[in-house]
C-alpha cells in the first residue's frame, strides 16, 4: 500500500500530463516541433547578387531584361542617317535631346536613347575612353558624398548598383557612359554629368567600343546634324570640358 501510494505520489496527473507531452514530442520530426513551439527552421538566405553571373569570374553574367521594349519608340536604339564629319567608332552625344550616337560610317549611326546631366550639372566637351569594366563597383567621390552624405562609400557590382551592367571610364575625369538600376530614367536629364543607357543598351554598345574611343559630348542647346525621326540640323561647335563631377544615383530618386 505504501509503494502504490509512493508511485502514485511520484506521478501527479500535472507529471503525467508533462511526461505524455514530451514523448510526444520527441516522435515529431525537428521542423515540426521548431513549428509547433512558435519557431521556423532556419532557411539559408539567398541575395540578389548569389542568382547572377557576373563576367569578373565568380559568377554567371544575368540575363538581360528587354528593357528596350518599355522604352518609347524616339528611345530605342535604331539606326538613322548621320551627317556630321565624325569617323566610324566615334561616339556622339546630343545631350539637349537625350540621344548617344555610335557612328558607322557612310552617313549612318546607332542612335541609343540616354539619360543626362541634370540642370547645372550638364557638360560638353571631348574625352576618350580610357577603360571598360563589365559590372562595375561604385565608389562614390567625395564631392558627391559631401552633396549627399546619405550615399553609400561603396556599392559592389550587380543588378543593384546605380552604374549597371557596363561602364566606360571617360579620360581621366570621373564621368562615365554606364548602365542604370533604373531604366525609367532614359530620356531625362537627372544624373551629376554621367551619361548612362539600359543595361540591354550599355552592353550593345560596349561590346562595339575600345580603349581610345573618341566621345564628342554636344552643349544641351547645340542642335547636331542627324536625320531618321530626327530633322536635319545645324551642326554645333564643341565647347571645352569643365572640370568633372561624378554622376550617379543609387537610385534615381534618392539622388536627385
Avoid at 509512493?6 to 507531452?21: C, D, G, K, M, Y
Avoid at 528596350?68 to 546630343?94: C, H, M, N, Y
Avoid at 580610357?130 to 550587380?158: C, N, S
Amino acid at each position: 500500500m505504501t509503494k502504490s501510494s509512493s508511485i502514485r505520489r511520484r506521478f501527479s496527473p500535472r507529471a503525467a500530463a508533462a511526461f505524455a507531452i514530451a514523448t510526444a514530442l520527441l516522435t515529431v520530426p525537428f521542423a515540426a516541433q521548431a513549428q509547433t513551439l512558435g519557431y521556423a527552421p532556419m532557411q539559408p538566405q539567398i541575395y540578389p547578387q548569389d542568382q547572377t553571373t557576373y563576367s569578373r569570374g565568380y559568377a554567371e553574367e544575368p540575363q538581360a531584361a528587354d528593357e528596350d521594349a518599355a522604352l518609347p519608340d524616339r528611345l530605342r536604339k535604331q539606326i538613322v542617317s548621320f551627317d556630321r564629319s565624325e569617323p566610324a567608332g566615334t561616339i556622339v552625344i546630343d545631350t539637349g535631346n537625350t540621344f548617344l550616337y555610335y557612328v558607322l560610317g557612310n552617313g549612318r549611326a546607332i542612335r541609343y536613347g540616354v539619360g543626362v546631366g541634370r540642370e547645372g550639372f550638364t557638360w560638353a566637351g571631348v574625352q576618350t575612353v580610357t577603360r571598360k569594366a563589365e559590372w562595375p563597383d561604385w565608389h562614390p567621390p567625395a564631392e558627391m558624398i559631401a552633396r549627399q552624405p546619405y550615399l553609400p562609400r561603396f556599392v559592389a557590382g550587380g543588378p543593384g548598383n546605380p552604374l549597371g551592367a557596363r561602364a566606360m571610364y571617360l579620360g581621366s575625369s570621373e564621368y562615365r557612359i554606364h548602365g542604370t538600376n533604373d531604366p525609367t530614367t532614359i530620356g531625362k536629364f537627372v544624373s551629376s554629368g554621367c551619361i548612362r543607357l539600359t543595361n540591354e543598351d550599355v552592353s550593345d554598345l560596349f561590346s562595339r567600343v575600345t580603349v581610345g574611343t573618341k566621345v564628342v559630348v554636344l552643349p544641351k542647346n547645340a542642335p547636331i546634324m542627324a536625320k531618321g525621326s530626327d530633322p536635319v540640323r545645324k551642326r554645333a561647335v564643341v565647347t571645352t570640358m569643365p572640370s568633372g563631377r561624378q554622376a550617379l544615383n543609387t537610385t534615381t530618386s534618392a539622388v536627385n
